[in-house]
């Protein structure tokens, strides 16, 4: 379906529209086919199916001219008041004939109605790769795109890394990696302006484990709620234990409502310190630490931590992000990055 529709859109473009992408110029025109169609084969060709065939294929084409061929058949077929419905499927099937490239496809047709809304080319190639790579349903999809993932992740990045995500995605490598910041819990429909407690703030996860899986990405396996262990005769409990297998190590996680403090710092680094010195295997890289808090100070994290520190904080919303705002900061950022290098 996914191919065929391509080739529509294409034949749309190319031949009827003579290669005019203007959305004005096509509107009378794919009126005009949906009537075709629907006469010819049913229900199932109205404007809005063919607009968004259209659609992906300007999103999905290769940027190249048309050929004379292209040209005097467009002439031909919108020189008529009504399209040829048997002229148009027959050129539609036939058009790799005329040597025009037609992408891969790896995804359905619902997931690529949710793609073509990305404007930035970046960002739709990025989705694009998360979406064939860790099978995401089509509502996981919308719900990545709605919580800004390519822009959470482009903020904690560096130039070549964002430029990166759109042509390999996210790659899991070193546990900064995996950090984003912030971190979306709109799932867990716990309220901004409602007062809640940690313990509440766990429980919340912990019944919508499968959404915060999605929502710290590729390779984590939850291990264990409120883990105990024992130092000098009193005993101490992380919040959540998960496991990377991408990067072999343990992520510990501790949930803080209020705003992080130095003494939160210290106490995950206690944790990350038994961990690695009671817990992993030797096989096994050093244990990560996460807070996961209601407020971040950077200069506090920077002046607490050692630079070589495996622990990181990161703020949490309960949420949606404005969408335009982080798609403004990534502008910045790399606009930033580019103005850094012609000073150099």
């Known amino acids: 379906m996914v191919y065929a529709y391509f080739e529509i859109g294409r034949h749309i473009v190319e031949y009827e529209q003579g290669g005019n992408t203007r959305a004005d110029y096509g509107k009378r025109l794919l ?13 199932g060709w109205g404007y809005t199916l063919l607009y968004n065939i259209r659609r992906f294929y300007l999103a999905y084409a290769a940027k190249e001219p048309s050929s004379a061929d292209h040209n ?70 919308q719900r990545q795109v709605n919580s800004c993932l390519y822009e959470r992740l482009a903020l904690s990045r560096d130039k070549d890394a964002v430029l990166a995500l759109a042509s390999e995605g996210h790659v899991v490598s070193k546990p900064s990696d995996i950090i984003k910041d912030p971190i979306m819990l709109e799932f867990l429909g716990l309220k901004p302006e409602d007062a809640y407690t940690e313990s509440k703030l766990e429980t919340a ?20 709620r409120q883990k105990r262990f024992t130092f000098d005769e009193e005993h101490f409990y992380v919040d959540l234990v998960f496991y990377n297998r991408l990067l072999q190590c343990y992520c510990l996680i501790d949930l803080k409502t209020d705003k992080l403090t130095h003494q939160d710092l210290g106490q995950m680094q206690m944790y990350v310190n038994y961990f690695d010195r009671h817990v992993r295997q030797p096989f096994e890289k050093p244990t990560i630490g996460i807070l996961l808090c209601k407020e971040k100070n950077y200069a506090l994290v920077e002046l607490t931590l050692p630079e070589d520190a495996n622990i990181y904080a990161s703020s949490y919303e309960l949420y949606l992000p404005d969408k335009a ?19 150099d």
């Open 72 to 141: 005097q058949l467009a002439t031909k077929l919108i020189g008529n008041p009504e399209p040829r419905t048997d002229e148009f499927f027959t050129h539609c099937m036939e058009n790799s004939k005329d040597g025009a490239v037609t992408p891969l496809f790896s995804l359905s047709w619902s997931h690529y109605l949710i793609l073509i809304r990305i404007k930035d080319e970046g960002a739709r190639s990025f989705y694009e790769i998360e979406c064939a790579r860790q099978d995401w349903s089509v509502r996981q999809l």
């Open 31 to 43: 009126n005009e086919l949906s009537a075709a169609l629907t006469s010819r084969l049913g229900d």
């Open 205 to 224: 996860i912990i019944d919508r484990m499968r959404d915060f899986l999605l929502e710290l990405g590729k390779g984590f396996l939850f291990e264990a």
């Open 325 to 343: 705002l982080l798609q403004a900061k990534v502008r910045e950022w790399i606009a930033e990055f580019e103005s850094n290098e012609a000073g």
